[in-house]
């Protein structure tokens, strides 16, 4: 079955330092990727979209990375603030170029001060 | 400008009434997204609207539910016959073709 996978435990680090998240699929062959990340009681907020043919795509203290053959997607948040704890959540597009986005499960990052 | 706007934000039924609940999208964006999510979980895709294509209706969990799109523009996800079950956030998305999803803040619906 089809499947988007994201760590379910959350993660806290330590101010200061980068925060990585993965988002692993199976049996897609999405065209886009995108992150987002959700606050308590909000609804998601965009934050980066990358496409099959990029490899990386950086935003200020984002970065994420795509891997079509490991069918893997890695969000790194550097120099991460208390600011940034919130779930973070990988979205994407089902069959490659319908935009029917699916999300993964979100994973909570806590930033400790 | 005004971003999606989602009615009523919160909403507590009884169990066996319908509820109706109402997405006013940005302007000009051809894609609307409906999903669910429950308390702690991520979110449940529902129904896909793409312009004047016929909606991608395979996420609706149940023929309890329908949704439809007037004019292009505002949706309606109607729910039959509730059930504890339905009892979740219902969150709205616009997107303009291949672009981001633009998401609302969410109808909190309360089954009892």
Known sequence: SQKIEQNSEALNIQEGKTATLTCNYTNYSPAYLQWYRQDPGRGPVFL?????NEKEKRKERLK????????QSLFHITASQPADSATYLCALDLTS???KYIFGTGTRLKVLA | GAGVSQSPSNKVTEKG?????????????????????RLGQGLEFLIYFQGN???DKSGL??????AERTGGSVSTLTIQRTQQEDSAVY???????????????GSRLTVL
């Open chain 1, 97 to 99: 170029g319908t935009y």
């Open chain 2, 61 to 66: 969990p149940s023929d309890r539910f329908s």
């Open chain 2, 91 to 105: 969150l709205c998305a616009s997107s303009p073709l291949a672009g981001e999803l633009f998401f609302g803040e």
């Open chain 1, 64 to 71: 994420v990375t795509f891997d079509t053959t490991l069918k």
């Open chain 2, 53 to 55: 294509s016929a909606p």
């Open chain 2, 17 to 37: 009434k319908d509820v109706e609940l109402r997405c006013d999208p940005i302007s000009g964006h051809t894609a609307l997204y409906w999903y669910r999510q």
């Open chain 1, 48 to 52: 980066l979209l990358i496409r099959e």
